[in-house]
T-cell receptor, first 114, second 115 residues
């Protein structure tokens, strides 16, 4: 059991569906992240929240919408996705800047868009 | 520009063999941090090591060792006497003071240890 929990572990959704990914951390960290992991590609940073405020959005399509209601919870709301959005979505947290201590990752949500 | 290259896509070794995973990085920043993560089949990336740019001492932790060489911009990872449980995808990552919370990850090396 890691300190970062992601649900669901697997998700299959149609292109017209709306779904949400959930991430929860109990480490007392003050920053949370969404990463996308596609086959044969480096991990791509999608969103960064620090002290519950979004500080970075790396030009992610608007069909992905993050929400951070408090320092322990992070959501990724999905709507009208495309098949190329199929990937492993990883949540991570850190205390302060990530490079000081590194990230703690969750196990990810394997998303398949059909 | 920041970049991490892991040229080895897949490696297979027989149990008890030693194996080295290569990592080459690019950055113009003088202060930076290098990381290795392990991703087992369960999916989560597990932190292995963090090294800052001012500390070139090599490090050993059990069967794991890391060789940091600024002259060649490399941060290689060696597993001695490999075991089946070492089978995973290993990622090298770079973080700098100018990139804030963003790491630059390599594409990973998939290691299979054959019993």
């Amino acid at each position: 059991e890691t300190g970062v929990t992601q649900t669901p572990r697997h998700l299959v959704m149609g292109m017209t569906n709306k779904k949400s990914l959930k991430c929860e951390q109990h480490l007392g960290h003050n920053a949370m992240y969404w990463y996308k992991q596609s086959a044969k590609k480096p991990l791509e940073l999608m969103f960064v929240y620090s002290l519950e405020e979004r500080v970075e959005n790396n030009s992610v399509p608007s069909r992905f919408s993050p929400e951070c209601p408090n320092s322990s919870h992070l959501f990724l709301h999905l709507h009208t996705l495309q098949p190329e959005d199929s990937a492993l979505y990883l949540c991570a947290s850190s205390q302060g800047q990530a490079m000081n201590y590194g990230y703690t990752f969750g196990s990810g949500t394997r998303l398949t868009v059909v | 520009a920041q970049k991490v290259t892991q040229a080895q896509t897949e490696i297979s070794v027989v149990e008890k063999e030693d194996v080295t995973l290569d990592c080459v990085y690019e950055t113009r920043d003088t202060t930076y941090y290098l990381f290795w993560y392990k991703q087992p089949p369960s999916g989560e990336l597990v932190f292995l090591i963090r090294r800052n740019s001012f500390d070139e001492q090599n490090e050993i932790s059990g069967r794991y060792s890391w060789n940091f060489q600024k002259s060649t911009s490399s941060f290689n990872f060696t597993i001695t006497a490999s075991q089946v449980v070492d089978s995973a995808v290993y990622f090298c990552a770079l973080g700098t003071g100018n990139t804030g919370n963003q790491f630059y990850f390599g594409t990973g090396t998939s290691l299979t240890v054959i019993p």
